[in-house]
């Protein structure tokens, strides 16, 4: 056996050997390092629409205030002695959307209010009360935000259910809203949940990829957690072991580093391989016909570097 791991020239032949697991050798090449930064885990490759946040609309459970005007007094809100205090209008009390979308204006019934901006339920309620109150008008304002909420849990200071910003706010924004990432930035990650489908991405990459920090949206789930990134170092290095990457990033040479570099008595320095799995279309992409062979989601490769 060995003492310092396998010989290059059998980690060269080894993906022939029938008793063993077939593994794909690609050559580490700047064109290798673009399709693995290309394919690298990216929250904006999952959710790919780039327009702003929507507009805020009323949904069931919401707490709306209602206040209507009138032209004069006398009218069907304000009484002819209505003098005796400024303004020629009422505020309703009070009230939440109900299961069935709707808020209950007296004299005006019924009027919908999911799914409605503030502007399209005043128009609502001016409509309804026409033939009814002196030239009605009508000022409706959200007053308990339920149904346009984004959650965030996880490793964050406070994890919470935070009410939807009409003026938008990107994964970095609602994440300092929850009082910020409790872990070290390189050891965290972050999980957007939309519409069922999921997209994660280091939390380093918001700051350094401005593509991943896109715009969130009602409803949506945002899941702040701590994955410490390790690699394994083994053969002919100063140290055999399991390292932290103490960092988002790590290039094969800090690697080698921290793993105490190359025994000079024992190591080949032409020969240093990375072995990891990626996704099939990734292996594809490499031109990895041998791991393509083999079933399952991940394809197992040997990246080398000579």
């Given at each position: 056996?060995?003492?310092?791991?396998?010989?290059?020239?059998?980690?060269?032949?080894?993906?022939?050997?029938?008793?063993?697991?077939?593994?794909?050798?690609?050559?580490?090449?700047?064109?290798?390092?673009?399709?693995?930064?290309?394919?690298?885990?990216?929250?904006?490759r999952?959710?790919?629409?780039?327009?702003?946040?929507?507009?805020?609309?009323?949904?069931?459970?919401?707490?709306?205030?209602?206040?209507?005007?009138?032209?004069?007094?006398?009218?069907?809100?304000?009484?002819?002695?209505?003098?005796?205090?400024?303004?020629?209008?009422?505020?309703?009390?009070?009230?939440?959307?109900?299961?069935?979308?709707?808020?209950?204006?007296?004299?005006?019934?019924?009027?919908?209010?999911?799914?409605?901006?503030?502007?399209?339920?005043?128009n609502?309620?001016?409509?309804?009360?026409?033939?009814?109150?002196?030239e009605?008008?009508?000022?409706?304002?959200?007053?308990?935000?339920?149904?346009?909420?984004?959650?965030?849990?996880?490793?964050?200071?406070?994890?919470?259910?935070?009410?939807?910003?009409?003026?938008?706010?990107?994964?970095?924004?609602?994440?300092?809203?929850?009082?910020?990432?409790?872990?070290?930035?390189?050891?965290?990650?972050?999980?957007?949940?939309?519409?069922?489908?999921?997209?994660?991405?280091?939390?380093?990459?918001?700051?350094?990829?401005?593509?991943?920090?896109?715009?969130?949206?009602?409803?949506?789930?945002?899941?702040?957690?701590?994955?410490?990134?390790?690699?394994?170092?083994?053969?002919?290095?100063?140290?055999?072991?399991?390292f932290?990457?103490g960092?988002?990033?790590l290039?094969?040479?800090?690697?080698?580093?921290?793993?105490?570099?190359?025994?000079?008595?024992?190591?080949?320095?032409?020969?240093?391989?990375?072995?990891?799995?990626?996704?099939?279309?990734?292996?594809?992409?490499l031109?990895?016909?041998t791991?393509?062979?083999?079933?399952?989601?991940?394809?197992p490769?040997?990246?080398?570097?000579?």
């Open positions: 056996m060995p003492t310092s791991g396998p010989a290059s020239s059998y980690v060269r032949a080894g993906q022939s050997d029938p008793e063993s697991v077939h593994y794909a050798l690609v050559r580490l090449t700047a064109d290798t390092e673009r399709v693995l930064v290309r394919n690298s885990r990216r929250i904006d999952v959710f790919t629409d780039r327009r702003g946040p929507p507009e805020i609309r009323f949904g069931i459970g919401d707490t709306v205030s209602v206040t209507l005007f009138e032209s004069m007094a006398g009218g069907l809100f304000t009484p002819t002695e209505a003098g005796t205090r400024q303004g020629n209008y009422v505020t309703l009390p009070n009230q939440a959307v109900n299961y069935k979308g709707n808020i209950t204006v007296p004299y005006g019934g019924s009027i919908r209010a999911a799914g409605r901006t503030p502007e399209e339920v005043q609502a309620i001016v409509k309804s009360l026409q033939d009814r109150a002196i009605p008008q009508a000022v409706v304002a959200l007053v308990d935000q339920k149904a346009t909420s984004i959650s965030v849990l996880g490793e964050v200071g406070t994890p919470a259910r935070l009410p939807a910003s009409a003026s938008g706010e990107r994964l970095l924004d609602i994440i300092t809203r929850a009082g910020g990432p409790k872990n070290p930035g390189f050891d965290t990650w972050v999980t957007l949940e939309r519409d069922g489908r999921q997209g994660t991405a280091p939390f380093g990459s918001l700051l350094s990829q401005p593509a991943n920090n896109i715009f969130v949206r009602p409803q949506d789930t945002v899941y702040v957690f701590t994955q410490p990134q390790t690699f394994l170092a083994m053969g002919a290095s100063g140290q055999q072991g399991q932290s990457f960092a988002w990033r290039t094969l040479a800090e690697a080698m580093a921290k793993a105490g570099g190359l025994k000079d008595d024992h190591a080949d320095p032409g020969s240093v391989f990375i072995y990891r799995g990626e996704p099939r279309e990734v292996a594809k992409q031109s990895a016909s791991a393509l062979a083999i079933a399952g989601p991940l394809s490769l040997s990246i080398f570097s000579i």
